[in-house]
């Protein structure tokens, strides 16, 4: 199937009417299926970006796409002053699978993470955030004041006041950047667009203990990393971690746009009235999340990525190149630092069929979705190879 626009058209149009703030690639993308996506002329892409790491469980995933429809055909919207029976059940499911008793629902991670910030400012009466180096939390306001990279923040400036950035998986730095106004620290467990880097273990405990100790809130970022992309339901699974706040998003709904953030029993009541969401838990998004937690359960597709990431890990760290400087990640979470720019590789890739994206300048990031094929992912390494110039196999 091809698109009824044709590509200059689309090109067109959204060169001369979109904001301007995205890179626009040449290509214009009309469907998909599973790890696949097809653009306007037709040309098959395997899509190892899950558009930004969302299609964990696949592009139209049919029993996705028939809750929406059926949905959409009976209530889309329901605001949350009225309870509702899609709502209603994904709490429960959200419950089960997390192990909080608490969900504030919304349409974005970078309204989880605001709805995070505000929950842990109101919880504790201070002000303070302290984030990571090269942590990413969104675009708005809040999330962007405890983003890192500068290319997002200056031009904004003035941001959200009583934010600093300690070094990331340095227990001494935050251990001196908590004080006496810190609300809560904020970390991704695996920083994603900071250039998949994973926290280790002992750095996660003493997180717990040293939050614990301060009276400080700990507000982890599973928006990138929750819903199976490490191996597990949640990236806090590989530390036994339960932190006062969660941020979820990207997968939640099998593409839908909808943000949560999970509360923990360190923040307390909160009043009514005092944070919402006009969107927030509609019953279309509720029912495209209930949809997609069954096939995360049913396909087992955190156990799948475990096996899956680690199979392709290996595989990537035999492409021999003087190009390539580390290949790390975990479950299918994978990111391979070049000592070159990564932009090249990926227009490479494109043009062989393969679409993968960057974390930062240098490193390349696969984020495929959880159920992919083997045999694809033997394609996308002939094609990373062939990407990167004079590399070869061992
Ligand atoms: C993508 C991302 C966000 C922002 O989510 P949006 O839905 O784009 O607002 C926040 N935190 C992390 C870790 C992310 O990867």
């Given at each position: 199937m091809v698109s009824e626009l044709s590509t200059e058209r689309i090109l067109a149009a959204e060169?001369?009417?979109?904001?301007?703030?995205?890179?626009?690639?040449?290509?214009?993308?009309?469907?998909?299926?599973?790890?696949?996506?097809?653009?306007?002329?037709?040309?098959?892409?395997?899509?190892?970006?899950?558009?930004?790491?969302?299609?964990?469980?696949?592009?139209?995933?049919?029993?996705?796409?028939?809750?929406?429809?059926?949905?959409?055909?009976?209530l889309i919207t329901c605001p949350g002053s009225f309870a509702n029976d899609r709502r209603a059940e994904l709490l429960e499911r959200?419950?089960?699978?997390?192990?909080?008793?608490?969900?504030?629902?919304?349409?974005?991670?970078?309204?989880?993470?605001?709805?995070?910030?505000?929950?842990?400012?109101?919880?504790?009466?201070?002000g303070g955030v302290v984030a990571a180096v090269r942590g990413f939390h969104g675009r708005t306001f809040g999330a962007l004041s405890a983003t890192w990279e500068k290319r997002y923040r200056?031009?904004?400036?003035?941001?959200?006041?009583?934010?600093?950035?300690?070094?990331?998986?340095?227990?001494?730095?935050?251990?001196k950047a908590v004080g006496r106004d810190t609300a809560?620290?904020?970390?991704?467990l695996?920083?994603?667009?900071?250039?998949?880097r994973a926290a280790s273990k002992e750095y996660v405990a003493g997180l717990r203990a040293l939050c614990q100790e301060r009276g400080v809130l700990l507000v982890i970022d599973?928006?990138?990393?929750?819903?199976?992309?490490?191996?597990?339901?949640?990236?806090?699974?590989?530390?036994?971690?339960?932190?006062?706040l969660l941020c979820l998003g990207k997968a939640i709904a099998g593409g839908l746009p909808m943000g949560a953030v999970a509360i923990g029993a360190r923040v307390g009541e909160l009043e009514s009235g005092s944070h919402g969401s006009t969107f927030g838990g509609n019953p279309l998004a509720c029912a495209a999340a209930?949809?997609?937690?069954?096939?995360?359960?049913?396909?087992?597709?955190a156990q799948r990525a475990d096996e899956t990431g680690r199979w392709l890990l290996k595989?990537?760290?035999?492409?021999?190149?003087?190009?390539?400087?580390?290949?790390?990640g975990i479950g299918l979470m994978i990111g391979m630092e070049l000592k070159q720019r990564v932009n090249p590789v990926l227009k490479a890739l494109i043009e062989r069929g393969v679409i993968a994206l960057p974390a930062g300048p240098t490193v390349l990031r696969l984020l495929p979705p959880l159920g992919i094929e083997r045999e694809d992912l033997e394609r996308a390494l002939v094609a990373i190879e062939e990407s990167l110039p004079e590399a070869t196999r061992v």
């Amino acid at each position: 199937m091809v698109s009824e626009l044709s590509t200059e058209r689309i090109l067109a149009a959204e060169r001369a009417h979109a904001s301007g703030v995205y890179p626009l690639r040449d290509v214009a993308l009309v469907r998909g299926e599973g790890s696949r996506v097809w653009d306007s002329e037709g040309r098959e892409y395997l899509d190892l970006a899950a558009g930004h790491g969302v299609a964990s469980f696949g592009h139209a995933h049919p029993r996705i796409a028939a809750a929406v429809a059926e949905q959409a055909r009976r209530l889309i919207t329901c605001p949350g002053s009225f309870a509702n029976d899609r709502r209603a059940e994904l709490l429960e499911r959200l419950a089960e699978l997390t192990g909080f008793e608490r969900f504030f629902l919304c349409n974005s991670g970078t309204e989880a993470v605001e709805g995070a910030l505000k929950l842990a400012r109101v919880a504790t009466g201070r002000g303070g955030v302290v984030a990571a180096v090269r942590g990413f939390h969104g675009r708005t306001f809040g999330a962007l004041s405890a983003t890192w990279e500068k290319r997002y923040r200056e031009p904004f400036a003035p941001l959200v006041p009583g934010f600093s950035h300690a070094p990331y998986d340095d227990l001494a730095a935050m251990e001196k950047a908590v004080g006496r106004d810190t609300a809560c620290v904020l970390i991704e467990l695996v920083q994603g667009e900071g250039g998949v880097r994973a926290a280790s273990k002992e750095y996660v405990a003493g997180l717990r203990a040293l939050c614990q100790e301060r009276g400080v809130l700990l507000v982890i970022d599973e928006v990138q990393t929750g819903f199976g992309r490490t191996g597990r339901n949640l990236a806090c699974e590989h530390h036994d971690l339960q932190p006062d706040l969660l941020c979820l998003g990207k997968a939640i709904a099998g593409g839908l746009p909808m943000g949560a953030v999970a509360i923990g029993a360190r923040v307390g009541e909160l009043e009514s009235g005092s944070h919402g969401s006009t969107f927030g838990g509609n019953p279309l998004a509720c029912a495209a999340a209930l949809a997609a937690l069954d096939v995360l359960r049913e396909e087992n597709l955190a156990q799948r990525a475990d096996e899956t990431g680690r199979w392709l890990l290996k595989r990537m760290r035999k492409i021999e190149s003087p190009l390539v400087r580390e290949v790390r990640g975990i479950g299918l979470m994978i990111g391979m630092e070049l000592k070159q720019r990564v932009n090249p590789v990926l227009k490479a890739l494109i043009e062989r069929g393969v679409i993968a994206l960057p974390a930062g300048p240098t490193v390349l990031r696969l984020l495929p979705p959880l159920g992919i094929e083997r045999e694809d992912l033997e394609r996308a390494l002939v094609a990373i190879e062939e990407s990167l110039p004079e590399a070869t196999r061992v």
